[in-house]
């Protein structure tokens, strides 16, 4: 059985390895990410960041309960962008979330992985069988369980 520790430290490589596959998809398979994308990278980027001090600094309580919250606020934002795309008339498209989100500092200093240039409707190509907010959506649940799993034995 596996420790807090171990486990916390496995959804943080698990969000890292995400990131990096948004990345690739990104910047080799010209993929560009919408803002509904963006989001959901700093919701992997805060559930690795928050499981890796958590697992660290022995605070698995606190902070695996805020990387929850980030798993979470990520279920929300791939929802929203299931249902932007089993509607397609609605749209995410330019609008004052892109303009937003691009103006935040780490999109201005780290445009290569926060700028938001693409349209949320445009995620349709497939990878492995289901496009990317998919993907995305089966990998906030299988991490929002493992955290649920990492407080539930922790508060035992």
Partial sequence: MPTSRNA???????????????????????????????????????IAIFSLIGAFANKIKALGTVALLCALGGLATVGKHLYVLAHPGFSCGIDPMETMLNKIPTATMLPWLFRADGLCEAAQDPVFGLNVPQWSAVWFVILTLALIWVLVRRAR
């Fill in 8 to 46: 916390l430290l496995l959804v943080a490589a698990v969000s890292l390895a995400l990131v990096g596959a948004a990345l690739y998809l990104q910047h080799v398979k010209d993929m560009l990410p919408c803002p509904l994308c963006v989001i959901q990278r700093y919701a992997f980027l805060g």
